[in-house]
């Protein structure tokens, strides 16, 4: 018979599973992505589009489908309401990429990689509804290895503590996380094998 988790661990779950959604996670690393490698104006050039074409867009839509009663909560947990989300989040990251490639004259592999593990996700989310929490964060690991390798390892762990907390807030099940993990890892192993070669 499986124990009922505390109040505190729930609480706990919670925090982590609000902190490291998807969303921050992948902020919290381009914040660090242009603070180590821009200065403050290149910084601001660098993450304003990311914030007009994809932060804010994403946000309202949750924000919309969740106050119309579309979406059952700002996880998305319902795995039929997801397409929708899917298909949105894949259209914002491909109109970034179009407006990198036209600024600038080339492919941001960071958000290709993600727009990638996005349709997978897309794809499995037919089958099974995998945990994005556990893929993003662990895609975030995989990112952070790439500024510093401690940071990569300390993301990995944030990473299963929210995997746990998505279990524990009864988000996920066991299988649907493990799903996420292994969908995540295989994307997070191309990409780093990718950046290195680039290097």
Same mark, same amino acid.
């Given at each position: 018979?499986?124990?009922?988790?505390?109040?505190?661990?729930?609480?706990?779950?919670?925090?982590?599973?609000?902190?490291?959604?998807?969303?921050?996670?992948?902020?919290?690393?381009?914040?660090?992505?242009?603070?180590?490698?821009?200065?403050? +104006?290149?910084?601001?050039?660098?993450?304003?589009?990311?914030?007009?074409?994809? #932060?804010?867009? #994403?946000?309202?839509?949750?924000?919309?489908?969740?106050?119309?009663? +579309?979406?059952?909560?700002?996880?998305?947990?319902?795995?039929?309401?997801?397409?929708?989300?899917?298909?949105?989040?894949?259209?914002?990251?491909?109109?970034?990429?179009?407006?990198?490639?036209?600024?600038?004259?080339?492919?941001?592999? #960071?958000?290709?990689?993600?727009?990638?593990?996005?349709?997978?996700?897309?794809?499995?989310?037919?089958?099974? +509804?995998?945990?994005?929490?556990?893929?993003?964060?662990?895609? #975030?690991?995989?990112?952070?290895? =790439?500024?510093?390798?401690?940071?990569?390892?300390?993301?990995?762990?944030?990473? =299963?503590?929210? &995997?746990?907390?998505?279990?524990?807030?009864?988000?996920?099940?066991? &299988?649907?996380?493990?799903?996420? &993990?292994?969908?995540?890892?295989?994307?997070?192993?191309?990409?780093?094998?990718?950046?290195?070669?680039?290097?």
């Amino acid at each position: 018979m499986l124990k009922t988790p505390s109040s505190v661990l729930v609480k706990i779950s919670k925090y982590l599973s609000d902190f490291f959604n998807p969303m921050n996670s992948l902020i919290i690393y381009f914040i660090l992505y242009s603070v180590q490698n821009f200065s403050m +104006k290149e910084t601001l050039s660098h993450f304003l589009p990311i914030l007009l074409i994809m #932060v804010i867009p #994403v946000s309202f839509w949750i924000f919309y489908h969740v106050k119309t009663k +579309k979406y059952t909560d700002r996880d998305v947990s319902d795995r039929k309401q997801r397409t929708g989300l899917y298909f949105f989040l894949a259209g914002s990251i491909i109109a970034y990429l179009a407006f990198v490639y036209w600024q600038f004259s080339k492919v941001d592999f #960071v958000l290709l990689f993600l727009l990638i593990l996005l349709i997978v996700m897309q794809v499995s989310n037919y089958f099974i +509804k995998s945990s994005m929490h556990t893929a993003i964060n662990i895609f #975030v690991a995989a990112l952070m290895f =790439t500024l510093n390798p401690f940071y990569g390892f300390v993301w990995l762990a944030i990473s =299963t503590a929210v &995997a746990y907390s998505r279990i524990i807030l009864k988000r996920h099940s066991r &299988a649907e996380v493990l799903s996420g &993990a292994v969908i995540a890892s295989i994307v997070s192993f191309i990409y780093l094998y990718t950046h290195i070669q680039l290097q």
